[in-house]
Structure formats: C-alpha cells, structure tokens
C-alpha cells in the first residue's frame, strides 16, 4: 500500500508565532527537522539542537533562515547537564529569551531482555527522559524570569515533550525506550501541573509510526511496510511533516487552555486495530 504524503507546509499561517524563540533538539533529522523548519515557516527564531552531523544542522537553520526568521545550530548532548546549561543560557543571551522548549532529541537502543546490556539500558534512559528533564529545567528558569510578554505569547513559555505511542503500548524487545516514553508521560504530567500556575503550559505529543531513520526497517521493504500499515487503522505511514504542524498549533496561542495533555499523532494506532475484526 503506498502511503500519501502529508498535507503541503504552505498550511502553516506564517505570523502564528512571529517575535517567538524556540529550542528544538535533536534537530537535523527526522521529526526534530521538521518541526525546526516549521517553527521557522510559522515565524519563530529557531535554535536548531544537534549532536553529531553538523552539515545537517547547518542545512536546516539555512531553511529556516529563508523565512527570513534567525536560526543557529548548537551542539550539545541533551543528557549532559552541564551542555544543556550551557545551550539554554546561550540561547538567552544571543536570542533575548526562549518562549517554546521542543523536548525531541531521542534514540533507541534494542535488545531482549536477557541481551539487554545496563549500559544500553542506561543510555536510553538518559537520552530520552533524563535529557527532557534537564531541558524542561533549563527553558523553566528563564519562563519564570521572564513571565508572560502579551504581546508575545498568552503564556509565559511552552515545553512540548517528544513522547510516543509506547507510553502506552508496551514494547517487547524495546523495554529501555517504553520504560522512557512511559516515564515521559508521567514527567510531562508533573511539570504541567507544577507549572501552569507560573503560565507555563507543558504538553506532549505521542507520534506513532514516523517515516524517519530512527524506524527505517519498519518501513523500507513492501513488505515490512505492509505489516506496518495493519497497526494503523487510517492506512499510511506518518510523515515527520505530521508531527511538526501538530507542535504548531500545540506551541501557539490557538491552544492556549491545552495543559498537561498527550496529542496522540499516530493514524489510530491507539485505537486497539486488532479488535476492528475481532475481540
Ligand atoms: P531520528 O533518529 O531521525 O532523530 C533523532 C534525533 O535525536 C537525531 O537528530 C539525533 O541526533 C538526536 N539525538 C540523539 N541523541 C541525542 C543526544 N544525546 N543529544 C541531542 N540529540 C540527540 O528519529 P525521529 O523519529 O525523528 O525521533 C525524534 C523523536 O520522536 C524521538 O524522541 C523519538 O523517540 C520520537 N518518536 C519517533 C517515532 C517514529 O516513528 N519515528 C515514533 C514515536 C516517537
């Protein structure tokens, strides 16, 4: 079954968040790069996070800069608290403030449990809850300090952690990246609820099957696409464009009463598609 692919990005109103800052990490790939460029289209300033590949990162804050908005790359390991300290406060410093926080950068690491070294474990952990964790820390402080600007931004900043359909569907074979995704979950929920009385509005969202590297052998054969397409009851692979516009709107005053909320973006995959035949 071929997948069709997402609506154009001429979708994205080019003002909807002019004057914003944003920090997405993990940014010269994937889902990260997508929604970079549309933070850009949409008029944001853009800090385009990345860890190894500098020519991507690169590639990407040219894109965004065409919009005529700034962008800069920044390297830094988001599990490494000192060079997540050390982004933030650059971003302050060159850009004025940060108003959105997309927590993305993640990886996996895979093996059965009795194969699963502590180290593969461990890195995933880090990476994907313990690196949102010291973002979300970092972008808080300067929310707090710098409270909600009207003309700006209804609230005083977003975080938009990158969850994933495996907070809630278990994983054989990946429990290092559910055990993450779940502890996103839970992480995502406690923020928002500690910080919404600072106008502060954490939310996250739950991309199912992304046509990105990190999934690439879920879908580059027929085949192997074909078996995808039966976990997903609206019948196409996502694309990284899906999940960007859907950090739009989630980042932008359109969704200003939204707080503490998961966005599932992922085709019905949650909607339990073995039992539209049985059960
Ligand atoms: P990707 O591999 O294309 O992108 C991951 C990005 O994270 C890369 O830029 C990578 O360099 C970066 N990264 C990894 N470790 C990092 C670190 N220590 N510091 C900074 N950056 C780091 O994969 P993707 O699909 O775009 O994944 C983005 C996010 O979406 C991840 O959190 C992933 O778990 C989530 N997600 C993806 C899918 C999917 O189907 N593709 C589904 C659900 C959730």
């Known amino acids: 079954m071929q997948s069709t692919a997402s609506a154009p990005r001429d979708v994205i109103p080019a003002h909807l968040l ?12 994937g889902i990260g790069k997508a929604t970079a460029i549309a933070l ?6 853009v800090v385009v996070n990345y860890v190894t590949g500098p020519e991507q990162a690169d590639e990407v804050v040219a894109q965004i800069e065409s919009f005529g908005v700034r962008a800069a790359a920044h390297q830094a390991d988001v599990s490494a608290e000192d060079q997540v300290v050390g982004m933030v406060g650059r971003m302050v410093e060159e850009f004025g403030t940060i108003d959105i926080l997309v927590a993305n950068a993640g ?3 895979d093996a059965p449990l009795t194969e699963m070294t502590l180290a ?11 690196g949102q964790f010291l973002c979300a820390r970092e972008a808080s402080k300067e929310f707090v300090r710098r409270g909600v600007v ?4 209804r609230s005083a ?33 406690t923020l928002a609820q500690e910080l919404a009385p600072k106008k502060i ?3 996250a969202i739950a991309p199912g099957a992304i046509r990105t590297p990190i999934n690439r052998d879920a879908w580059d054969t027929p085949e192997a696409e074909d078996d995808l397409l039966r976990l997903i009851p609206y019948d196409r692979v996502g694309d990284p464009e899906d999940i960007a516009y859907a950090a739009v709107s989630l980042a932008s005053d359109l969704m200003d009463y939204v707080v503490g909320t998961t966005l599932y973006v992922d085709g019905g995959m949650t909607l339990f598609p073995g039992f539209a035949t049985g059960g």
Do not use: F
Request: with cysteine; glycine share 12%.
């Open 18 to 29: 002019k004057g914003q800052k944003a920090l997405v990490t993990g940014a010269n790939s």
């Open 40 to 45: 850009g289209r949409a008029g944001a300033d």
């Open 107 to 109: 990886m996996q690491r």
């Open 120 to 130: 593969q474990w461990q890195k995933v952990l880090d990476v994907n809850l313990t």
């Open 150 to 153: 009207p003309e700006v931004s």
């Open 157 to 189: 900043g977003k975080i938009i952690c990158m969850s994933s359909v495996h907070q809630v569907i278990p994983w054989s074979g990946h429990v290092n990246y559910a055990a993450s995704k779940g502890g996103v979950q839970m992480m995502m929920a």
């Open 201 to 203: 509005r954490v939310n």
